[in-house]
Nanobody
Framework: QVQLVESGGGLVQAGGSLRLSCAASRRISGISSMGWYRQAPGNQRELVATIRSSGSTNYADSVKGRFTISRDNAKNMVNLEMNSLKPEDTAVYYC????????????WGQGTQVTVSS
């Protein structure tokens, strides 16, 4: 099994910045992609940003230009730098990893709360 351990998050005023980090609990080969998703109360979980092992990235339109995802393949870590935060960014943020164990499996972190006050 693989555990994803998240850190960061918290309370920040609108316009501020936060950094989220996520690390796999053990060394793993075959991580296809890592990323961040978020879920606000009453809403479905939605993609924020993903990064593949090649370094290619994908962002939700709502965060483009404000959020930056990065990855340390050697440490099996993924980070999300969030700038110019808005109250609508308030949500629980979940780390995700897609890992090839013969077939692609998806793993999730426990979630970390991000609250942006106006």
């Amino acid at each position: 099994q693989v555990q994803l351990v998240e850190s960061g998050g918290g309370l920040v005023q609108a316009g501020g910045s936060l950094r989220l980090s996520c690390a796999a609990s053990r060394r793993i080969s075959g991580i296809s992609s890592m990323g961040w998703y978020r879920q606000a109360p009453g809403n479905q979980r939605e993609l924020v940003a993903t990064i593949r092992s090649s370094g290619s990235t994908n962002y939700a339109d709502s965060v483009k230009g404000r959020f930056t995802i990065s990855r340390d393949n050697a440490k099996n870590m993924v980070n999300l730098e969030m700038n110019s935060l808005k109250p609508e960014d308030t949500a629980v943020y979940y780390c995700n990893a897609e890992i090839n164990f013969g077939r692609l499996q998806s793993f999730w972190g426990q979630g970390t709360q991000v609250t942006v006050s106006s």
